[in-house]
């Protein structure tokens, strides 16, 4: 039950692969429209016909989320192609793994720029349009997903950049939804354990070397697919914060209640780690 998602539209960033493409298979089945959005058009256009030959309704923009303006685009053409937008799942990102002396400004400047402002440009973008709209059954006037991570609860060595973005992405959702909470407009953060994507194919291949990162074990990652179920759940029954594993949940909040043994462990891990 819930909201009625049928007919919603809903905007992805980061949709021709993984987590985002996952989403709007999930969204469409769910009745919802789609917009999808990244760089790679071959892969979008996969994405859309996909969906098409289930019977739903989307359409692609290629954009690169670093450019302010294709956020603005990615609005635009779901206005165009469906008249309305209920939903964004600001989802594109990437992982670099480094230590913190040995990024170099550019580097860094890049991760934030992809993982963390283009999130919160699409936020404050279609969080002032959902203002404007008329709540819809459920009493929402619109909903804002932002791809966080479950990283962005601790400060992961060799990965400090991409942790930091998605801790910045999860503080200004949770401010977000609290400053939003009466005004219909729902803000959710979604913290995915280690997924079965392109991910971490990408991150080796830019940073270039042996893994250096703490990482979940391969036997523990999910699919794809219960992300994107759980998010198809939360935007019936908008929550706060999307988790998909219990267990790793609940070492986090034991880590934030003691950082030292945090610490300690993840010292053990990344020494295993250096072992030849
Ligand atoms: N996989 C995991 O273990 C995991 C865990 C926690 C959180 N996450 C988060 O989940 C999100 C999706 O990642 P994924 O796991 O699904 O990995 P993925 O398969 O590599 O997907 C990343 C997506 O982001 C897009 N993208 C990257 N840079 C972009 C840019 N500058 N402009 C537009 N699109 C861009 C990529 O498309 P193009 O290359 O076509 O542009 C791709 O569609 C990320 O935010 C990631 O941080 C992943």
């Known amino acids: 039950m819930g ?7 809903i905007a992805i960033t980061g949709a021709s692969s993984g987590i985002g493409k996952a989403t709007a ?5 769910a009745g ?23 019977g739903g309704d989307a359409a692609y923009v290629v954009m690169d989320v670093s450019n302010p303006k294709d956020n603005e685009r990615l609005v635009e053409a779901a206005m165009d192609h469906f008249g309305s937008l209920y939903s ?13 002396l040995a990024y170099t400004d550019a580097e860094l400047d890049e991760m934030f720029r992809v993982n963390f402002w283009s999130c919160l440009q699409l936020m ?19 909903h804002i997903l932002v791809c966080s991570s479950c990283v962005s609860k601790i400060g992961l060595p060799n990965y400090a950049a991409y942790s930091a973005t998605k801790s910045l992405q999860d503080h200004f959702a949770r401010a977000m ?4 909470a009466d005004q219909g407009v729902a803000v959710s953060s979604v913290h995915p354990i280690g997924t079965k994507t392109e991910f971490f ?32 759940r939360c935007l019936r029954k908008p929550k706060g914060e999307v988790w998909t594993s219990f267990p790793m949940r ?27």
Request: aromatic share 4%; glycine share 8%.
């Open 3 to 9: 909201i009625d998602l049928k007919s919603r539209t």
């Open 25 to 29: 298979i999930a969204c469409s089945r």
């Open 32 to 54: 919802m429209r789609v917009i999808v959005g990244a760089r790679r058009e071959d892969e979008l256009k996969k994405v859309v016909e996909a969906i098409r030959a289930e």
């Open 88 to 100: 964004v799942f600001a989802n594109a990102g990437y992982g670099l793994e480094r230590s913190v």
């Open 124 to 142: 404050r973008l279609t969080g002032n349009m959902f203002l404007k709209q008329p709540p819809v059954n459920g009493g929402k006037r619109g």
């Open 177 to 180: 939804r609290i400053e939003l």
């Open 201 to 232: 194919d990408t991150a080796k291949r830019l940073s270039g070397g042996k893994r250096i990162s703490i990482q979940t074990p391969e036997r523990f990652k999910q699919p794809a697919e219960t992300v994107a179920n759980a998010i198809v």
């Open 250 to 276: 609940a070492m986090l909040a034991l880590g934030t209640a003691f950082p030292g043994l945090a610490d300690a462990m993840m010292l053990k891990r990344q020494r295993q780690l250096a072992e030849p």
